[in-house]
């Protein structure tokens, strides 16, 4: 199922949610796991950043790029 169905189903049977100790282990819940991926992001340096977009140059320049598009195609075909 596509991630965005996903994240709608969810909005709904939160909002069809009476109980406020389950909002509280929701919320709880969220505030774990979003501040846990923030803890993991390591900002960059400068030259590490350079680096990256001189690859991604370099990358595009000899043609090893895929389209958004054919992309989007071929996850289509994942599930």
Same mark, same amino acid.
């Given at each position: ?15 069809? &949610? ?13 505030? %774990? ?12 340096? &400068? ?7 001189? %690859? ?9 790029? &895929?389209?958004?598009?054919?992309? %989007?195609?071929?996850? %289509?075909?994942?599930?």
């Amino acid at each position: 199922m596509d991630l965005e169905i996903r994240k709608k189903e969810f909005v709904r049977e939160f909002l069809k &949610v009476q109980n406020e100790e389950i909002i509280i282990q929701l919320e709880n819940i969220l505030r %774990k796991e979003n501040k846990s991926v923030q803890d993991k992001a390591e900002p960059m340096s &400068v030259e590490e950043l350079n680096l990256r977009i001189d %690859k991604s140059m370099d990358d595009s320049r000899s043609g090893k790029l &895929v389209e958004a598009s054919d992309l %989007k195609a071929r996850m %289509k075909k994942w599930s």
